[in-house]
């Protein structure tokens, strides 16, 4: 089991920039493949983009690639969500999952073992 608490959400202008925090503890970490997912009201859960685990392979949803850079400091097992360019429809509770199986990046939120309680990230116009 992975335990995972995620940070750095607020409000933001249009074209403002945050970034969001992951911090894992349990056994092994830095093993694990982790993502982050999105969710708006009345939406499904949505993938954002992940990282691989040890291998450090990193995936990006088509709707962020080149606004958001994902990191991850496995000293510290913390993965970071850096957002630039942030759009009025980048607003959501974002999420952190674990899974277990790393060196897959699933984009399917049911192939993750373990979630944190999100942090809300909200973009004015």
């Known amino acids: 089991q992975v335990q995972l608490v995620e940070s750095g959400g607020g409000l933001v202008q249009a074209g403002g920039s945050l970034r969001l925090s992951c911090a894992a503890s349990?056994?092994?970490?830095?093993?694990?493949?982790m993502a982050w997912f999105r969710q708006s009201p009345g939406k499904e859960r949505e993938f954002v983009g992940g990282h691989s685990g040890a291998r450090g392979w990193i995936y990006y949803a088509d709707s962020v690639k080149g606004r958001f850079t994902i990191s991850r400091d496995n000293a510290k097992n913390t993965m970071y969500l850096q957002m630039n360019s942030l759009k009025p429809e980048d607003t959501a509770v974002y999420y952190c999952?674990?899974?277990?199986?790393?060196?897959?990046?699933?984009?399917?939120?049911?192939?993750?073992?373990?979630w944190g309680q999100g942090t809300q990230v909200t973009v004015s116009s």
């Open positions: 349990g056994r092994t970490p830095s093993m694990y493949a």
């Open positions: 999952g674990a899974r277990i199986r790393g060196d897959y990046v699933p984009r399917n939120q049911d192939e993750y073992d373990n």
